[in-house]
């Protein structure tokens, strides 16, 4: 089965390009020449990645899924939360958003954290939703250089180093993405097996 996932970054891309493995034909918007800049102005995640799921869904009339995700810090109230790529301005730079971050909690004692993620998909015209969360810790000074986003100075529970210290396959055994996204495939092979009966 094709399915467009609604995002042109490509850290994400082969993250669930390894996730989804050889079960869909996994399509991003640069392989439907789609390059435009999709507002995510809502509220919320569930929001977000539905108002993305419904604007490719009309552009392209295809199956479609899109996520949002949000780094919620408990001592920060929440945020950076639905804000987390424009923390620190509009230009989404991870440094300057993990300075900003660093710098709000201090020497805050509760560093406690979690990413979640909501996926909207958007099959045979109906809509569904799927979250995944992954609890951890905001360390004090980043470590480790792969990933991207918040991944340098966040330790998920049970760990001892950050998601920028473990390769993408570790990563993707625990991460939040990953556990929306296993949500998502399972519903997928259950409905399409139905549909085929
Ligand atoms: P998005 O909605 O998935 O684009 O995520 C919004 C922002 O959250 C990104 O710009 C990153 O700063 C952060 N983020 C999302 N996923 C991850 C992740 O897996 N690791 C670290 N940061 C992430």
Do not use: C, W
């Not at 230009?91 to 996926?119: C, H, P, Q, Y």
């Amino acid at each position: 089965m094709k399915i467009v996932f609604a995002s042109n970054n490509d850290h994400k891309i082969s993250e669930i390009k390894n996730i989804l493995g050889d079960s869909l034909i996994l399509l991003s918007l640069k392989d439907l020449n789609i390059y435009e800049e999709i507002p995510e102005e809502e509220p919320d995640l569930e929001g977000n990645a539905l108002s993305k799921a419904r604007y490719v869904h009309k552009i392209t009339g295809m199956n479609v899924f899109a996520d949002d995700t949000g780094l919620e810090i408990d001592a920060l109230g929440g945020m950076p939360g639905v804000r987390s790529a424009r923390f620190a301005g509009g230009n989404k730079d991870f440094s300057a958003n993990i300075d900003k971050v660093l710098s709000m909690l201090g020497s805050e004692v509760n560093r406690k954290a979690r990413f979640r993620t909501v996926i909207a998909l958007i099959y045979n015209n109906i809509e569904y939703l799927f979250e995944g969360i992954v609890e951890g810790n905001i360390i004090h000074a980043r470590r480790g250089n792969q990933g991207f986003g918040y991944d340098p100075v966040f330790i998920p529970e049970g760990k001892n180093r950050t998601f920028a210290e473990m390769d993408l396959s570790e990563k993707n055994s625990l991460s939040h993405r990953a556990r929306a996204l296993e949500k998502l495939s399972l519903f997928l092979l259950q409905i399409t097996e139905a549909d085929n009966k």
